[in-house]
């Protein structure tokens, strides 16, 4: 089965107990109509039998016309989601279906296909499946929805059971969704400041480490040649499925999380991990991504103007550059690239698309060559492409929510360890490393210093470490890398 990467951060337990659906609907054309009038035909035959024997009670023949009722739907539900076309997300892309989805409380989880959804449910209101299933459509007009649909009741245990296998096959359909994509490139990154980070965090046989951003596994391996216990988190596929094989022979020592690491606490709360002795981070994108071009990270080689690390995501760069007004855009590449012409670029993006949307990256880089005259080595294009990746994947807010969230994780003694590789975020990493770290607040207008009620952490790098010659030699982007480590007292 292909194309239902749907993720376990998706997926909310169903309290035992509770009866819950499940809701599948399809686009016009995604199952065959006179398959869908026989199935149709012997649905009604099978319902009205269960009817009868449900008079006559005579149960035993009732179940059996039940199993296969749920036969005949789950043929169909089969094969909506075995996919013939490649396009595997193409439903999700459809602004705002998943996030009509996903904001509707009453849903548990859910999966969407080339051309169909599978969502379930549990009733929380008074609002009946079909009128959930009617409101995700009519936020979504430009589908073109088959108006038919399957709605089943199951058990919380029975949806459970469907959650959790489908949990299973999206993680091992990673693998093949991956192979599928068709770049067949291994997965290729030198992992950054590897000893340093390692050795600061202290790893032991039993210890709990979180490797908040896993990537191809190179600082989990050694966290877990160590003896640790690892929870290696990356919203990026591509990722995950390359680490999954590169630490398999760790077993269940490692456990592989898809999510944000903005959501630390809960992604690990979910599954039943409170505190931590460790937490790393090695901050931005990994060499894959920049060197696919069609991942749209970089503008060496042509691609589509995505950068998104996590290809489930809705908005992509080219939303921002052809959607963005001229005075955000501005302030993105200001604050994001501290590109100093920014308001010229953005005047030049918005005069360009107003002629036809900039869709590559490319197109993009020489729009801004136009603007800004090549000086030394920086490609003109440098800082405004690191602003708009920036800005897709949150990387600040998402680092703001890291550092807070992986701190409260910690044990006493336990230890976070961060490596930046630009000024703002090591700015952010820093100034909230002082914030933990400052015994005592002073200011001026006060009589004496008082007590910092954030203080619960020491330094344990005064200054960062940076790689050393023979790393740079081997590696030139550990260029700018910088590890901070702090200790929780
Ligand atoms: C520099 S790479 C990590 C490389 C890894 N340490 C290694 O040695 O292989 C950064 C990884 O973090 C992931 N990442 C970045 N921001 C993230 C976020 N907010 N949530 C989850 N993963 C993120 C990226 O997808 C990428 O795979």
């Not at 509707?104 to 009946?128: H, K, N």
């Not at 966290?223 to 398999?248: Q, T, Y």
């Not at 929510?401 to 992986?406: A, C, S």
């Amino acid at each position: 089965m292909r194309g239902e990467l749907t993720e376990r951060r998706e997926f909310i337990r169903p309290p035992q107990g509770v009866l819950c659906y499940r809701v599948v609907t399809w686009r016009v054309g995604a199952v065959e109509q006179e398959q869908w009038e026989r199935g149709e035909a012997e649905r009604r035959r099978l319902v009205e039998r269960m009817q009868d024997m449900a008079v006559s009670g005579r149960k035993g023949e009732r179940n059996e016309c039940e199993e296969n009722l749920n036969a005949l739907n789950l043929n169909v539900i089969q094969n909506l989601f075995d996919f013939r076309a490649p396009a595997a997300h193409a439903l999700t892309r459809v602004r705002g279906l998943r996030e009509s989805v996903r904001s509707d409380g009453a849903v548990l989880g859910y999966r969407f296909g080339e051309g169909a959804m599978c969502v379930w449910l549990e009733l929380v209101d008074e609002r009946s499946p079909e009128e959930h299933l009617c409101a995700w459509m009519a936020a979504n007009p430009e589908v073109e929805w088959s108006g038919q649909s399957i709605i089943s009741q199951h058990s919380a245990q029975e949806v459970q059971a469907e959650l959790d296998l489908l949990c299973k096959g999206a993680e091992q359909n990673e693998e093949t969704e991956i192979e599928n994509q068709g770049t067949g490139a291994p997965y290729s990154h030198v992992t950054v400041l590897a000893r340093e980070a390692v050795e600061a965090l202290q790893p032991s046989e039993g210890k709990v480490i979180v490797d908040a951003t896993l990537g191809g596994g190179g600082h989990s391996e050694l966290l877990l040649e160590a003896g640790a216990n690892v929870w290696g988190i990356d919203r990026d596929p591509v990722a995950r499925a390359a680490a999954r094989g590169r630490l398999a022979r760790y077993g269940e020592r490692l456990h592989i999380v898809a999510g944000n690491f903005g959501n630390i606490r809960q992604l690990l709360g979910e599954r039943g991990v409170q505190e931590v002795d460790g937490v790393l981070a090695d901050i931005g994108v990994s060499s894959p991504q920049v060197d696919t071009p069609e991942r749209g990270f970089s503008f060496r080689a042509d691609g589509p103007l995505d950068m998104r690390m996590d290809p489930m995501q809705e908005r992509t760069a080219a939303d921002i550059v052809n959607g963005a007004d001229e005075g955000e855009l501005a302030e993105i590449l200001w604050q994001y690239g501290e590109e100093r012409s920014a308001r010229a670029i953005a005047r030049r993006i918005v005069q360009q698309r107003k002629k036809s949307p900039i869709r590559s990256t490319m197109e993009l880089a020489k729009l801004i060559s136009t603007v800004l005259p090549r000086k030394g080595k920086l490609h003109p294009a440098t800082r405004s492409f690191q602003a708009l990746r920036i800005a897709v994947n949150d990387e600040l807010g998402e680092l703001q929510r890291l550092l807070e969230g992986g701190y409260e994780l910690l044990c006493r003694g336990g230890r976070m360890a961060v490596v930046t590789f630009h000024s703002l975020e090591d700015r952010a990493v820093k100034q909230f490393f002082a914030q933990v770290t400052t015994k005592e607040l002073d200011r001026p207008e006060w009589a004496e210093p008082r007590p910092n009620p954030a203080y619960g952490a020491k330094l344990i790098t005064r200054k960062p470490i940076r790689p050393g010659e023979q790393e740079l030699t081997a590696n030139a982007r550990a260029r700018s890398a910088k590890l901070r480590v702090i200790e929780k007292i």
